[in-house]
């Protein structure tokens, strides 16, 4: 059965775009492994910053 310029166009699409997927799921996973070995999860709490807002009171403005 032969197939038509759009669909064989379409095929090659999908194919590539499944291929790039399959690439960039390949570097992440990789580069999640390497992270891991070099940061592992056993940091001392020291380390972590607490990045929530904090609920300071607002300054009065000041009169110069």
Do not use: C, H, N
Not at 12 to 38: H, I, P
Not at 42 to 52: E, F, K, S
Request: no cysteine; glycine share 4%.
């Amino acid at each position: 059965m032969p197939i038509g310029g759009r669909d064989f166009l379409r095929l090659m699409t999908d194919q590539s775009r499944r291929a790039a997927d399959f690439d960039r799921r390949m570097r992440w996973s990789v580069m999640r492994k390497e992270l891991r070995e070099s940061y592992p999860a056993d940091v001392p709490m020291l380390d972590v910053i607490d990045l929530r807002p904090s609920e300071e009171q607002a300054e009065r403005p000041r009169e110069d």
